[in-house]
């Protein structure tokens, strides 16, 4: 039932962010509209609630990771995840698969498609009965051969207005970029001169959220995709979002206001549903979309994956310790959502204030020596700057400077994992490094896209060869992560909001502890960062602790620890 309170709610929020452009009479238009799209609903559905536990994992994939020749790859995926991974995954992200001119699917033609070759609607909604299905909202901007851009052109609904446009009056100089195009693209239209604005490139044209229309059309969209059993929401590319002239046009406070309303609204619907902002930016700038409790549900721990990765390369964790020390502890509702890789590639951005210039530059020439490319981003007097390390895991930790040969590649990988996995908040796991997939290189030879060396598709009858063969390289990987997700759905302490606390033990050692909600169990995860053998005392209050991941294995109050190169141990007091 939507109370007084509630509408009061909704209404605060658009006029925090419409108030200077539009009339009262405006304002209620659209606040009328958005209650109506809640109670239509709302009336159609019961309610459902689900909660995140520590049996909440995620697997990152396209919808044609894995194919079949004249099969469509949902379906493919599907059959495939049932076999392989749905005893370690609850959760399944569906990279964007809606018709798209390019960048993997993030120029989007049509959120209400799913593209023809990958499945339909049906498909995604068969999936969520089992799991439940991620998907991305591209909310920053839209394809320039898309149905909007076209009818935008026309001066057609929908699309009328729907693109963010500028006249020569507007300041860039301080806009802060994730790319290094062009950013405006001046046209002649409607009898007049005016520049396109394209944060990502020249066919993703960024979309104009001062109409209130293109709000209302992406609060549609969310509603679409639950009927089709999606139940979390990324939010791609969120802050760049707004832009004000003379700012920096990122982060700024009509976005976070953006995400707080379609918070609200996600919380008056029937069927529960979770946000997830998309920010591969600097650590402060990215916590800060957590807003008071009151904006995204999760945000991705963007500087995990470059320090974690750091660490092992230089068998130091001074950087990574440091950071997990200060890393707030999130509170109910509000998640951490861990990777250590995606469909891009190392963000590099989130390393700011944390690496110092010497150490990102040893890191970047590490990171080219195992077959990175890199991805830029122009900032002020047309200074190129590293925004991401294109290269999959498998490849950026293969080899290091202490282990040239890469004696070590699997355990330094098998660890990595484990220290992801057991981290605060929810793992996710890109579906290629379950395999240890190397940079696919023919495919960026075809393309020149440096991104692609990170988007392999498997041919189902390969890997399914593959991962019957206990001798592959993806069998072996595949059952080392699996049995790491295994033994962490069994355990309390590994809930997504079980405290973390920081354990330091030098710069060879990685160490935090978790408790579990309860307090009945605590898990003390310790890896060694080094290619040496390393002993260790530790302080337990109980006589004895179970190593996890070899139960055979018991360690006594006194007993001092030995860990192998790269070891990791979970060591549990119940």
Not at 81 to 110: E, M, R
Not at 499 to 525: E, H, M, W
Request: hydrophobic share 35%; aromatic share 12%.
């Amino acid at each position: 039932m939507l109370t007084q309170k509630d509408q009061k709610t909704i209404r605060s929020k658009l006029d925090k962010i419409y108030k200077i452009f539009l009339s009262k009479k405006d304002i209620d238009y659209f606040e009328k509209e958005i209650v109506q799209i809640i109670r239509q609903f709302n009336k159609k559905n019961p309610k459902k609630k689900k909660s995140i536990s520590e049996k909440t994992t995620l697997v990152i994939c396209y919808g044609d990771s894995v194919y079949s020749e004249k099969k469509k790859s949902i379906r493919v995926f599907q059959n495939f995840f049932q076999k392989k991974l749905k005893n370690y995954f609850n959760t399944i992200h569906f990279l964007p698969f809606y018709p798209s001119s390019s960048d993997s699917g993030f120029a989007v033609k049509d959120h209400y498609k799913v593209e023809n070759k990958l499945g339909n609607w049906s498909d995604i909604k068969n999936i969520s009965k089992s799991s439940n299905v991620m998907a991305d909202m591209v909310i920053n901007h839209s394809s320039a051969r898309g149905v909007w851009f076209r009818n935008f052109l026309k001066k057609k609904e929908p699309g009328k207005d729907y693109f963010f446009t500028v006249d020569t009056k507007f300041k860039i100089s301080k806009v802060v970029r994730p790319r290094d195009h062009k950013l405006l693209k001046k046209i002649k239209i409607f009898k007049k001169s005016d520049y396109l604005w394209r944060t990502f490139s020249p066919d993703q044209i960024d979309l104009n959220f001062r109409n209130p229309s293109v709000l209302i059309q992406f609060i549609k969209i969310m509603i679409h995709l639950i009927n089709n059993g999606v139940t979390i929401f990324r939010l791609d590319a969120i802050a760049y979002l707004w832009k004000e002239s003379g700012t920096k046009c990122i982060n700024l406070k009509q976005t976070h206001e953006i995400i707080k309303l379609l918070r609200n609204i996600i919380n008056l619907l029937n069927v529960q549903t979770t946000i997830i902002t998309e920010t591969n930016l600097p650590e402060k700038e990215n916590l800060s979309y957590f807003g008071k409790n009151d904006e995204a549900n999760w945000i991705y721990n963007f500087s995990l994956p470059p320090l974690l990765i750091h660490a092992f390369l230089f068998e130091n964790s001074l950087f990574l310790n440091k950071w997990s020390k200060n890393l707030p502890n999130t509170k109910n509702e509000n998640c951490y959502l861990n990777f250590i890789a995606s469909h891009d590639g190392i963000g590099i951005r989130p390393t700011e204030g944390l690496l110092n210039k010497e150490t990102l530059n040893s890191f970047l020439k590490r990171l080219k020596k195992n077959g990175s490319k890199f991805s830029y981003r122009k900032v002020h007097n047309k200074i190129k700057k590293v925004y991401e390390a294109n290269i999959t895991v498998f490849d950026a930790l293969k080899k290091s400077d202490f282990d040239r040969k890469g004696e070590f590649h699997l355990e330094r990988y098998v660890s990595a994992h484990a220290i992801m996995i057991a981290f605060e908040g929810i793992p996710a796991i890109y579906f290629n490094s379950m395999f240890g997939t190397s940079n696919d290189e023919a495919k960026f030879i075809i393309t020149g896209n440096n991104r692609d060396v990170n988007r392999y598709r498997w041919n189902l009858k390969n890997i399914m060869k593959k991962l019957n063969d206990s001798k592959t390289k993806q069998s072996i990987f595949y059952k080392k992560i699996s049995h790491l997700l295994n033994i962490r759905r069994k355990h309390k302490a590994f809930h997504p909001n079980a405290l973390r606390l920081n354990l330091n033990f030098g710069p060879k050692i990685y160490a935090f502890k978790r408790v579990s909600k309860d307090k009945k169990q605590t898990i003390i995860c310790i890896t060694n960062m080094s290619s040496q053998i390393k002993k260790i005392k530790i302080k337990m209050n109980k006589q004895i602790m179970k190593n996890l991941l070899n139960p055979k294995i018991e360690i006594e109050k006194k007993q001092m620890l030995i860990l192998n190169p790269f070891e990791t141990l979970w060591l549990s007091n119940v």
